[in-house]
């Protein structure tokens, strides 16, 4: 739509150092380099596409701010030299800088020649321009020319403050007398991991893993944090994936949960539920948005693929509702800040679990080039040791042909404080339900 939902407005706030900063990225690796020509011509598909816009304020009070065409862009850039293939995602990382929802731009493409021969090429954006499935919508758009849902009709300033204020009058003074929860504070000392943290350092993942595989000297890798949220990647056969799901009486998404679950708790989580939330994609037209709600289940240690399987098929006829029960529209008509103190830690749990679903098969290849993985993601450009969110854990599963790939976040550096200890965490879970995979 043409006017910011509550859920733009969260990120957009986040964006401004209220809450969580969060951007998106799709990331495409190749065996072989990819001409900057080609991707030249990609970005200026993405330039003119439904990522190419900014946020603009109305000056009525109550009317939602309204996107706006923005043609201004990050330019393309590829390494001059080849990286190390073992930091690619340290590179990736660096991407979510400088991204601008409301002066523009909110996007960026980029590339790095790897020195393994290969390349990797990724598409970062703010949040507030789009969700997980709206980032691969607005690349196939831009690969393809598919078409997207037009956008829906635009009220003037007016006509929208008064709908937001006579949705949100009818129950919002009783809702404020029922009280607002506090979310939840992580008990660690931040101002000790401030002090301690390092810039990342490379790390050296050895590939494959799975049952058998080396472990590395956890001790060590605790000593102290690489980088505030390490990443890993790792990619799965679709079939083993499959059949391990079935094996253990669950689907691929349950399975999903069930991995990052077991990964917190070899974390050292020391609770007998595991708070995991999912998001859901509501959308019901190919729109470049952020169309989704959040769910929720609770992970108990005994809980299995199956047990899993039936929680989420119930969470998800029941979706999380605004913070206090407070129509979610009062967060778009009343000061930032306070719809910040509202809102905060709106939809945050122990884990993150986003199943994106199965991509298009555009992105299998750019131009000649197949991909020999494409993966998709959550980073925190900005995000400071002392304002860590309560998630520990966020985790992204993606399909595309015959393969899952699994990108993970750690969150919580005095546990997870380097890519090597997440990948141990990763090997640990997958050799207890008998999985294999390929890190990145």
């Known amino acids: 739509m043409n006017r910011l939902s509550v859920v733009d407005?969260?990120?957009?706030?986040?964006?401004?150092?209220?809450?969580?900063?969060?951007?998106?990225?799709?990331?495409?690796?190749?065996?072989?380099?990819v001409h900057p020509a080609l991707l030249w011509r990609v970005h200026e598909e993405l330039r003119t596409g439904p990522l190419g816009r900014r946020v603009v304020r109305s000056h009525v009070p109550g009317a939602r701010p309204r996107w706006q065409p923005n043609a201004q862009?990050?330019?393309?850039?590829?390494?001059?030299?080849?990286?190390?293939?073992?930091?690619?995602?340290?590179?990736?990382?660096?991407?979510?800088?400088?991204?601008?929802?409301?002066?523009?731009?909110?996007?960026?493409?980029s590339a790095a020649r790897l020195d393994d021969g290969g390349c990797v090429v990724t598409l970062t954006c703010s949040h507030a321009l789009a969700d997980g499935r709206a980032l691969t919508l607005a690349?196939?758009?831009?690969?393809?020319?598919?078409?997207?849902?037009?956008?829906?009709?635009?009220?003037?300033?007016?006509?929208?403050?008064?709908?937001?204020?006579?949705?949100?009058?009818?129950?919002?003074?009783?809702?404020?007398?029922?009280?607002?929860?506090?979310?939840?504070?992580?008990?660690?000392?931040?101002?000790?991991?401030?002090?301690?943290?390092?810039?990342?350092?490379p790390v050296f993942v050895p590939s494959?893993?799975?049952?058998?595989?080396?472990?590395?000297?956890?001790?060590?890798a605790k000593r102290r944090p690489d980088t505030l949220t390490p990443g890993a990647v790792l990619q799965f056969p679709a079939r083993e994936w499959n059949?391990?799901?079935?094996?253990?009486?669950?689907?691929?998404?349950?399975?999903?949960?069930?991995?990052?679950?077991t990964m917190l708790w070899d974390s050292g989580f020391r609770a007998e539920t595991i708070a995991a939330s999912?998001?859901?994609?509501?959308?019901?037209?190919?729109?470049?948005?952020?169309?989704?709600?959040?769910?929720?289940?609770?992970?108990?240690?005994?809980?299995?693929?199956a047990t899993i399987r039936r929680k989420a098929r119930k969470a998800y006829e029941?979706?999380?509702?605004?913070?206090?029960?407070?129509?979610?529209?009062l967060l778009q008509v009343i000061p930032d800040r306070l719809a910040f103190a509202l809102a905060k830690g709106a939809g945050e749990r122990d884990i993150l679990c986003s199943n994106i679903g199965t991509l298009p098969d555009s992105l299998l290849s750019i131009g000649p080039h197949p991909c020999t993985g494409v993966a998709a993601r959550a980073i925190h450009p900005g995000l400071r040791p002392d304002r860590l969110p309560r998630t520990r854990l966020s985790a992204y599963l993606a399909r595309i042909a015959d393969s899952y790939t699994l990108s993970l976040v750690g969150l919580d550096p005095d546990t997870?404080?380097?890519?090597?200890?997440?990948?141990?965490?990763?090997?640990?879970?997958?050799?207890?339900?008998?999985?294999?995979?390929?890190?990145?």
């Open 278 to 305: 999912l998001p859901v994609d509501t959308r019901d037209e190919p729109r470049v948005d952020n169309d989704m709600a959040m769910t929720e289940i609770a992970i108990a240690r005994d809980d299995d693929p």
């Open 9 to 33: 407005e969260i990120f957009l706030r986040a964006h401004r150092g209220m809450g969580t900063p969060i951007a998106l990225q799709g990331l495409w690796r190749t065996a072989e380099p």
């Open 416 to 440: 997870i404080p380097s890519s090597a200890a997440l990948i141990e965490l990763a090997t640990g879970a997958m050799t207890r339900i008998g999985l294999t995979a390929t890190a990145w």
């Open 243 to 261: 059949r391990v799901a079935v094996e253990h009486g669950g689907t691929a998404n349950s399975l999903f949960v069930h991995l990052v679950a």
């Open 73 to 109: 862009a990050h330019p393309f850039t590829m390494t001059d030299q080849p990286i190390p293939a073992a930091t690619l995602l340290d590179w990736a990382d660096r991407q979510g800088t400088d991204l601008n929802p409301e002066e523009g731009p909110g996007w960026r493409l």
């Open 139 to 201: 690349v196939d758009h831009a690969l393809t020319g598919t078409p997207l849902a037009a956008p829906i009709a635009e009220q003037s300033d007016w006509a929208d403050a008064r709908k937001q204020w006579g949705t949100v009058l009818g129950g919002t003074a009783r809702a404020l007398r029922r009280g607002i929860p506090r979310r939840p504070e992580r008990p660690a000392d931040r101002k000790a991991l401030s002090a301690t943290m390092t810039r990342a350092v």
């Open 318 to 329: 029941h979706r999380m509702t605004s913070p206090g029960g407070i129509p979610e529209e």
């Open 208 to 220: 494959p893993i799975g049952p058998g595989a080396a472990k590395t000297d956890q001790k060590t």
